[in-house]
């Protein structure tokens, strides 16, 4: 791909967001150490004392998207053309189903291929891809066995709530899926492990 651009020549046309702008981004974390039922019956205290939970709560806006044009209309021989706005709104209606935002997630009659000879009237990283949010959860314990070998649990909840995270849209006009969104972040994953200490 051009890292120089969709235009080479003038700077002034590829100024726009960086592709790691994060206007608004929120990360909450925090550890809980439970009770360790000190006094308890050994039993209750063994299984149900001394654990440590941890959690981390990520949402943040979607980072930047550029809309190229998918041809070398430009005859620069470098990839990545602007697209020619056709001075129709890229913004839909924020109402609209989920359904509806995975077909378009953009007005996808806002772009078109670019002249020949020029590179596009689009811009710079103009649009941004879905936001995101996930909380991610894990419980450990450690068991003594022996004065200096411990032996510990783990169980680690990725997206805890299996909430679906959209992926970014096509953004090449010359595709057939322009405007589309085809991938998603990862489901609910759980993974547990015994870690041996000594």
Known sequence: TNTLGANPYNWNANRGPSDFDYPQR??????????QLKGRNPILRTVLGGWQSNFIYTSQVGTPLNV?????????????????????????????SENAEI???????????????????????????????????????SFDLKERLKLQYRAEFFNVFNHTNLGAPNSTVSSATFGRITTAGSPRILQMSLKLVF
């Open 26 to 35: 929120l990360v909450v974390s925090g550890v809980w150490n439970h009770p």
């Open 103 to 141: 077909l378009e997630w953009f007005n996808t009659a806002a772009y078109k291929q670019n002249a020949v000879g020029t590179f596009g009237t689009g811009g710079r990283n103009q649009l941004r891809v879905p936001g995101m949010w996930d909380l991610d959860y894990s419980l450990f314990k």
């Open 68 to 96: 190229v044009s998918g041809v070398d209309d430009s005859l620069s021989g470098l990839a990545g053309d602007f697209p020619d706005l056709t001075g129709t709104s890229w913004h839909l209606p924020n109402d609209r």
